[in-house]
């Protein structure tokens, strides 16, 4: 698995209440914060304090004396359960598996939605042996800490935008090329095409084993001013995620790109850190850019979809039944949110138009292909790291194989 040591620590914005399980809980996310970098010579000693050593003098004995107790006690436990037959089957039935869920987005997005479903149906198949704890909107930690997280098995699946990846690999760089993907018709051919297929098992060495492709939607600019032709970008600080392709496609039309996480966005629209960004319409709506940002171009041109990965260690003790299970709820939620991504945007949309806040600009077919020459630009920029064979898979479903 590749290090993850120059990465941050998990933020995590709360301690989620404990529960009392039948079986071992997912492990807690390492400290964060004031005390994070305090050391303890103990794996037993969780409170935070200076650093302590308990394996000196007295305690050193009776910590002997006490294991020995628990030696004796575990091996006569042994013995009594080879005795009655008992063994792991019965003690993996036992256990309640909990899958921590964390995610940036709201409830009522595409993913919030997909992350609910699928918390309701692994419950509902499984109960008592299977609990998901869904944190939306970044309750628990964003996307960065979820990455690292994932990694190290603190958590145990995530939902996290495929541009987030960049650090990781060069494939998923397909998905951020502007104008490669007309509509999510496009994007969904291309997933499920054996090119896109092989993309789930990318990053499985690394501690992340796709299991799936989440659709949010495409993407559209929003602007304190109106931004008909590439030109009109020219001085403006966008917001983006982190991506290199994202990074160059605002350089080629002469903005100053930003990375930044999704909660910061709208006070950094708000107080002028940025000034503009680019989003789907149900990004746009459930985060309320329209009310910081007067113009909206519906560009379309570019995507932004998710990565369904858990960690392979975890998936991998599961219990055959529970794992082929949830692979199974997997698929039949993708299925069911991915049909309804587009419609969840719409309606978006027209919440936003009934705001009133802002104002939506339908761009004409000249403006687009302006846009579209603009940028295009960044495909031979990133062909060779993405692979063209990769781009021309990607090319190969759009409808009609328009290049």
Not at 61 to 68: D, F, H, K, N, V
Not at 107 to 131: I, M, N, S, Y
Not at 167 to 196: I, K, N
Request: with cysteine.
């Amino acid at each position: 698995m590749q290090s993850f040591a120059a990465w941050p620590a998990p933020r995590l914005a709360k301690d989620p209440a404990d529960r009392t399980r039948t079986g071992p809980k997912a492990p807690a996310p390492r400290p964060h914060g004031r005390g994070a970098n305090r050391r303890y010579t103990s794996g037993t000693n969780h409170e935070r304090g200076p650093e302590v050593n308990l394996y000196t003098g007295n305690s050193m004995r009776s910590r002997l004396r006490a294991g020995a107790r628990r030696l004796a006690v575990v091996a006569l436990s042994a013995a009594w359960l080879a005795g009655c037959g008992g063994g792991e089957p019965t003690a993996q039935a036992e256990r309640t598996y909990v899958i921590k869920f964390p995610h940036v987005t709201a409830p009522a997005t595409p993913k919030g939605q997909a992350a609910d479903r699928f918390k309701e149906l692994a419950e509902a198949r499984f109960p008592g042996r299977v609990e998901v704890e869904v944190y939306p909107s970044s309750q628990l930690m964003d996307d960065d800490a979820s990455l690292e997280a994932l990694a190290f098995g603190e958590i145990q699946m995530i939902a996290v935008s495929l541009s987030k990846f960049d650090r990781l690999t060069h494939a998923f760089q397909v998905f951020d090329l502007p104008f490669l993907f007309p509509d999510l018709e496009a994007v969904e051919a291309f997933q499920a095409s054996p090119a896109g297929r092989e993309l789930l098992g990318e990053l499985t060495d690394r501690g992340f084993q796709g299991l799936a492709f989440w659709h949010n939607g495409m993407k559209q600019f929003t602007a304190p001013r109106p931004l008909h032709a590439p030109e009109d970008a020219r001085g403006l600080k966008f917001r983006i995620m982190e991506s290199d392709v994202l990074q160059a496609q605002i350089q080629v039309i002469g903005g100053s790109p930003q990375k930044m996480a999704l909660g910061e966005v709208y006070q950094a629209l708000q107080t002028g850190t940025v000034d503009a960004q680019e989003n789907t319409w149900s990004n746009n709506y459930s985060s309320k850019f329209y009310e910081v940002q007067p113009y909206l171009m519906e560009t379309n041109h570019g995507y932004i979809g998710y990565l369904v990965a858990v960690n392979p260690d975890f998936w991998a003790s599961l219990p055959d039944d529970i794992r082929s299970g949830l692979e199974e709820i997997v698929a039949e939620v993708t299925e069911w949110g991915n049909a309804r991504a587009e419609a969840i945007n719409q309606e978006a949309k027209a919440q936003i138009l009934a705001s009133g806040r802002g104002e939506i600009i339908e761009l004409t077919d000249e403006e687009l292909v302006a846009w579209q020459e603009g940028m295009r630009p960044v495909w031979d920029e990133f062909s060779d790291d993405i692979g063209q064979e990769r781009i021309d898979a990607a090319l190969a479903s759009r409808p009609g194989n328009n290049h």
